[in-house]
């Protein structure tokens, strides 16, 4: 069954993506059925081989960290967070997304090869946490 | 193809300017125009950058600027491509001169930011990455470059005094730089004392936020004749483009656009790397040095930081890297950064470095990038 039959609507704009995360708690992205790339990064081609014949794919909520910094100096969003780490994370069934990460204070409380997992429901963006970590585990 | 030429090139000195940008802008092309031995009437085409114009309420003002030269009927526009925007609008006007649409143009960049308050300029910063895709998850324009750093540290495993390293020379050559916003000299106890902005990075792996104006003018050999100045011959003038999101790239050791640039810039002008005598790369983070050395293809993938602490990069090294300073202490307006780099490849050639020469330059190489590396621009100078 094509992925996008598991999509309650379409996310054909950057504000579905954005209301993707923080109405219904879903990571939303297309995959290209060409190149098979997944992304989570809204366009019309894919941006690996440039087909025009993306299809809207659920993205898995698991993953691994691939980089991530800890901000002491946040973004004019993120003013009453900081410290938190800002992450790049591969998702299980493929995919890579960013997100930001409040629970995580120090670098040296996160390493490349974490695994983390989507928490739903906050604001702003796409929130992550420490498998290690409540809450939202489970 | 017609051979193009830098014949001026002018820079006031970066840090807080009391004018607006209009004001800078106009002078320091006024400077660069007279030092080319021509007059603003030689000009057939402004090419001028200044991404925050509008904080100054202010856009549109490429007229503003040709009508304070006495040359209100000469075309100009506005480009833009974040911090490597000069180096783009030096790129136009080199296939406008090399074209043989005009025969001489101004590029000129500008950027003023110290009226904003540092959350507002950080801000600004931020929206050059994707602001759906980045901004809004809590990136900030430190914290992406700081990303990159984590991954290169992860493959490559160095100790904080590395990136001191790359702070500590630039320091060094912005002291010497009557230009640059920082002169003086720092240690490495400085650097590693300093406050943690986006780890790894520290507030001295940074560039500051900077006022500043830099101008170059570009014109055809034939147009010329007999210049004033040693010009620098434009060798190659080469961009590229690559996916922004650090999401979508296949690999995080390096900025794609970079490579991309560095190949084009020398196929077309038929050398290879050892032919380059000295570069002013994007430095707007250390890591940034180390990603653009090997990015550039001077050095191998995870070299660069020894080749900074082993002195490699020092002007009197085997690859002297950003003598002006670079954009970590000479400072970086935004959209004066790209015609600044030519400032400095233009002062060095021009017996105008003093303090500050690198010994027996004949090849220069200037690479820009615009904010996380979705834009690139590599230009190649070499003397007559």
Same mark, same amino acid.
């Given at each position: ?22 109405? #219904? ?27 025009? #014949? ?50 995580? *204070? ?23 946490? *420490?498998?290690? #970590? ?5 | ?16 300017? @009391? ?23 030689? /000009? ?37 491509s974040a911090c490597s925007s000069s180096s783009a609008?030096l790129h ?132 010329? @004749? ?7 011959? /434009?060798?190659?003038?080469?961009r ?12 995080? &050791?390096? &900025?794609?656009?970079s490579?991309?640039a560095?190949? @084009? ?10 032919? /380059?005598?000295?570069?002013e790369v994007h430095?707007c ?7 653009a ?34 954009l970590?202490? @000479? ?6 950064t790209g015609a600044s780099q030519v ?23 200037a690479h820009n990038v615009g904010?996380?590396?979705?834009s690139c621009s590599v230009h ?5």
């Open positions: 069954m094509p992925a996008s039959d598991q999509l309650p609507s379409a996310s054909h704009t950057i504000q579905e993506f954005v209301h993707g995360y923080e109405e #219904d708690h879903r990571l939303r992205g297309f995959r290209c059925p060409n190149c098979g790339l997944v992304t989570a990064t809204w366009g019309l081609a894919c941006p690996r081989c440039g087909k025009a #014949d993306l299809e809207e794919t659920a993205l898995s909520e698991r993953g691994s960290v691939v980089a991530f910094t800890v901000l002491s100096v946040p973004g004019d969003e993120f003013l009453n967070d900081a410290p938190y780490a800002y992450v790049v994370v591969e998702l299980d069934g493929g995919g890579r997304i960013t997100g930001w990460m409040p629970a995580v *204070k120090s670098e040296r409380n996160l390493a490349i090869g974490d695994r983390v997992h989507f928490v739903p429901g906050y604001k702003p963006g796409v929130q992550f946490a *420490k498998d290690a #970590d409540a809450p939202g585990v489970g | 193809m017609r051979e193009a030429w830098v014949v001026g090139a002018a820079s006031n000195r970066f840090g807080k300017m @009391k004018e607006t940008g209009r004001e800078a802008a106009t002078r320091v092309s006024l400077e660069a125009i007279r030092q080319a031995g021509l007059e603003p009437k030689d /000009i057939g085409y402004t090419f001028v950058s200044n991404c925050f114009g509008l904080t100054e309420k202010q856009g549109h003002v490429g007229p503003l600027i040709n009508g304070g030269l006495g040359i209100p009927d000469v075309p100009s526009c506005t480009i833009e609008g136009e006007a080199f296939v406008h001169v090399a074209g043989g649409f005009t025969d001489a143009a101004l590029v000129v960049g500008v950027e003023k930011l110290s009226h904003l308050d540092t959350l507002t300029a950080t801000s600004y910063f931020a929206e050059a990455a994707d602001y759906a895709f980045e901004t809004k998850n809590g990136a900030t324009f430190p914290g992406l470059y700081a990303t990159l750093a984590n991954a290169y540290q992860k493959a490559f495993p160095m100790k904080p005094e590395v990136l001191g390293a790359v702070a500590i020379k630039n320091h060094a050559n912005a002291a010497r730089n009557p230009h640059a916003q920082f002169q003086k000299e720092i240690t490495m106890e400085t650097y590693l004392n300093s406050p943690m902005i986006a780890s790894p990075l520290r507030l001295f792996d940074c560039c500051p936020f900077s006022d500043g104006a830099a101008a170059v003018v570009v014109a055809a050999k034939e147009f010329v @004749k007999q210049p004033v100045t040693e010009p620098l011959v /434009i060798r190659a003038s080469a590229a483009g690559s996916i922004t999101e650090m999401q979508d790239r296949p690999d995080l &050791l390096g &900025l794609p656009a490579r991309t560095a190949d @084009k810039a020398f196929r077309q002008a038929g050398m290879d790397r050892k032919q /380059i005598d000295f570069v430095d983070f250390t890591i940034a040095e180390l990603l050395l090997e990015d550039l293809g001077f050095l191998p993938r995870g070299t660069a930081g020894k080749a900074e602490v082993d002195g490699v990069t020092a002007r009197d090294g085997r690859l002297p890297v950003n003598p002006s300073g670079g970590k202490a @000479k400072g970086h307006p935004v959209s004066a400032v400095e490849i233009f002062e060095q050639f021009n017996g105008l470095a003093k303090g500050r020469e690198v010994p027996r330059a004949e090849t220069a190489l904010a996380t590396g979705g190649i100078f070499s003397r007559r």
